[in-house]
């Protein structure tokens, strides 16, 4: 099984931003598509943003416009661009991989993350006002 290692986490103030990264312990491309979610205390996971091998990226509402979600096959790296950060984003984030045969699209992969497939012990990014 895939291993992920998420880094980058951090404190920021309110509109301040952060890139977290992972590094996936193998090629991904053809096995999972990625993405990230996270959990804030007493809340539920939350599936942030997905991309898949086409590059095709997905965002849930609630940071759409703000974050971005990319990735660098070369280095074999998922990045998130994340801007304009406010107390609410404050959580714990983490890397996932979902299966690709399942969830092939970053629009279906969507509703997986944090649900399947396998993460990382994540990163806390802390949003202060």
């Known amino acids: 099984q895939v291993r992920l290692a998420e880094s980058g986490g951090g404190s920021v103030q309110t509109g301040g931003s952060l890139r977290l990264s992972c590094k996936p312990s193998e090629s991904t491309v053809g096995k999972y598509t990625l993405g990230w979610f996270r959990q804030a205390p007493r809340k539920q996971r939350e599936g942030l943003a997905a991309?898949?091998?086409?590059?095709?990226?997905a965002y849930a509402d609630s940071v759409k416009g703000r974050f971005v979600i990319s990735k660098d096959s070369v280095e074999n790296t998922l990045y998130l661009q994340m801007n304009d950060l406010r107390p609410e984003d404050s959580a714990v984030y983490s890397c996932?991989?979902?299966?690709?045969?399942?969830?092939?699209?970053?629009?279906?992969?969507?509703?997986?993350?944090?649900?399947?497939?396998?993460w990382g012990g994540g990163t806390q990014v802390t949003v202060s006002s």
């Open positions: 996932t991989a979902v299966q690709f045969r399942t969830w092939r699209t970053a629009v279906h992969a969507l509703g997986a993350l944090g649900r399947f497939g396998y």
């Open positions: 991309i898949d091998d086409d590059g095709n990226t």
